[in-house]
């Protein structure tokens, strides 16, 4: 008995086309990225993966891709569940900061820290920036504990109650999950998932709109580590853009 989980990291976004730190910050997919929710989907029916139930972040870059790609898939009609807990990474004062920019006048250490480190977080975010989320409807639940910046250990302390307690029982039930999010919340899964190091994590990147497929056994390891992408050669070629952006 295995578990199939299916990953999805949204479309391009506005901002990943104009090279700009997210995070939070709601912004829609450009045509390239609605076209990859399109290709996302084919990939899906072809390879006959076909998920019962989708989670997603409350950013509409992953809800769109998401439905775009069930669309595609035939499978727009299973139940959607989403949570603050999927979002991107908060990326603190970087957000709507350009990538080359920032790696221009700080360093390559100093950026790579920032965008790539497990435990250091950018400087937080003052609640009256344009690219803050304080106040917003949907986070008015999280109260005091809303982000203002974000590492990755913080993504991983606030994501794994959520696949506890949410994505695990969906798993345990004999559901193919889709798990639609982003760049930095997706790495902190794949890092608890294949066990990778505090370091090593620095090293591995998302690419935008490429299905990763992950069998689990019983006990919720990957059957074959990292998982495999329905098409492993766009994934890997996306895969250095990520790495490569700032340069
Ligand atoms: O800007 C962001 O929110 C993320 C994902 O697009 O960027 P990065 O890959 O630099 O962590």
Redesign the pocket.
Known sequence: MTYTLVLLRHGESE??AKN????WVDVPLNDKGRAEGVRAGELLRDAGVLPDVVHTSLLRRAINTAATALDGADRHWIPVRRSWRLN??H?GALQGKN?KETLDAYGEEQFMLW?RSFDVPPPPLDDDSEFSQAGLPQYADLGADLPRTECLKDVIVRFLPYWESAIVPDLQAGQTVLVAA???SLRALVKHLDGISDEDIAGL?IPTGMPLVYELDESLQPTVKGGRYLDPEAAAAAAAA?AN?GR
């Open positions: 901002w990943n700009l730190f997210t995070g991107e990474r990326y990538k965008r982003h760049g930095n990147n990520v952006q």
